[in-house]
């Protein structure tokens, strides 16, 4: 099949690419600006914003698959939720069905409601319904909080942790993740490709391992080789005071939005296991393999 993929240069992106070719796929991705890129690809350029720029690229693709999404907006640049979510998906939507490209997979998020308290659900949410309203065959994925190599979240905490072993928990610490590895994300596209049953479905991913937010420090330090770290409590009245103020900072390491996400947890089932049918990569050996003695 060829494959048209935006969203496709990030962290996910490149996972899926390298799974869409292990499996004798082509892919044209949709960028900003053409860069060298490993593998054969065909690079568009264009901006999901603008459907004009991008919309002919569609033609002759029998698929798209939309992996854009921000963890955070900065309005003066014109990044916003409501952009990067809810408009680049209607542009790809309408991308699609003017190509005749009637496959669709769609990456949402776990936590995406209608009633949802953070703006990055509440627009992932939107987006999903806007996937639903299409005449396209769709697939939804709502992923957990995604590890890998190149991920930001990991990466971050193990950076902070290699300038002191001090890091500050927010609240109780004792909300819960269950993170899942990028290439098993990127399988499960892969494979819903080839299944027809994943058609107008909606599948929450998470990994077998379900830990607290303490408990994923600690879990960060051993794959680095080090102790656990020192975990002073910061109470959370004071962190909803100052973040509100201090976000506008674009270098502050989180926002309100972030903040409610952690709080409300990111876990779920493992009902997706029994439609893919494949273990995924635990989490103590996947963080092991890209922070062991950083």
């Known amino acids: 099949m060829k494959i048209f993929v935006a969203g496709g240069t990030g962290f996910v992106g490149k996972h899926l690419i390298e799974e869409l070719q292990r499996r004798g796929h082509s892919v044209r991705l949709l960028v900003h600006s053409r860069s060298a890129l490993s593998g054969e690809i065909e690079q568009i350029s264009g901006d999901i914003n603008t459907l004009e720029t991008f919309a002919k690229s569609v033609k002759g693709c029998d698929a798209v ?25 209607a542009n790809l939507l309408d991308a699609a069905a003017r190509a005749g490209a009637n496959r669709y997979l769609q990456m949402s998020a776990l936590g995406s ?38 991920d930001a979240f990991i990466n971050m905490l193990a ?31 892969s494979q819903a490709l080839e299944m027809p049953e994943t058609i107008g479905q909606t599948y929450e991913l998470c990994g077998n391992d379900r830990v607290s937010y303490e408990q994923l420090l600690d879990l960060i330090a051993a794959a680095m080789g080090r102790r656990s770290p020192i975990k002073p409590h910061v109470p959370l009245g004071l962190m909803k005071f100052l ?52």
Not at 122 to 145: G, H, M
């Open 243 to 294: 973040i509100p103020i201090l976000q506008k900072i674009p270098q502050f390491p989180i926002t309100m939005d972030q903040l409610q996400m952690l709080l409300e947890e990111s876990i779920c089932g493992n009902e997706w296991q029994k439609i893919f049918r494949f273990e995924p990569r635990g989490l103590r050996d996947g963080i092991a393999e890209y922070l062991k003695n950083t």
């Open 159 to 189: 950076a902070q942790l290699r300038l002191a072993p001090v890091m500050p928990v927010i609240g109780t610490g004792k909300y819960r993740l269950q993170p899942i590895h990028a290439d098993d994300v990127a399988r499960c596209f």
């Open 65 to 89: 698959i939309n992996l854009i999404g921000i963890i955070r907006e900065f309005p003066s640049h014109g990044i916003t939720f409501e952009k990067m979510h809810v408009l680049a998906t």
């Open 113 to 150: 409601r209608p009633a949802a308290v953070s703006s990055y659900h509440k627009t992932k949410w939107e987006a999903e319904a806007t996937v639903r309203r299409s005449a396209l065959q769709w697939t939804i994925f709502r992923p957990s909080l995604i590890f890998g190599p190149r």
